[in-house]
Nanobody, 124 residues
Framework: QVHLVESGGGSVQAGGSLRLSCEPS??????MGWFRQAPGKEREGVAF????????LYADSVKGRFTVSQDNAKNTLYLQMTGLKPEDTALYYC???????????????????WGQGTQVTVSS
């Protein structure tokens, strides 16, 4: 398993922006991206990128507001979040080597490696 370290979470007002970062301990393959889980809700897929071809996938709820990207030189994954809404409040998890993306109900088996999560709180 790859060790993943997330950073960049915080508290912002609605309409604000945040950028999350995820640094893996070694190179990864396949889809890498972000899930989130709000209190009392299922963990859901947010945004993903393929490490080889940079193909991206987004949940409908974040399309046009969030951008997932990777810096191969820094071996770092990013999630740029703009136009944040209170409903984006959640614990955001970085995950690597994902074989399945549970957009509405993710399982830990979806991906080989998971980070510890970083909190994003959006106030109205």
């Amino acid at each position: 398993q790859v060790h993943l370290v997330e950073s960049g979470g915080g508290s912002v007002q609605a309409g604000g922006s945040l950028r999350l970062s995820c640094e893996p301990s070694s190179s990864t393959r396949g889809f890498m991206g972000w899930f989130r889980q709000a209190p009392g809700k299922e963990r859901e897929g947010v945004a993903f990128i393929h490490t080889a071809g940079a193909n991206t996938l987004y949940a409908d709820s974040v399309k046009g507001r969030f951008t997932v990207s990777q810096d191969n030189a820094k071996n770092t994954l990013y999630l740029q979040m703009t136009g944040l809404k209170p409903e984006d409040t959640a614990l955001y998890y970085c995950a690597a080597e994902c074989r399945v993306i549970g957009w509405l109900k993710a399982s830990r088996d979806d991906c080989n490696s998971w980070g510890q999560g970083t909190q994003v709180t959006v106030s109205s």
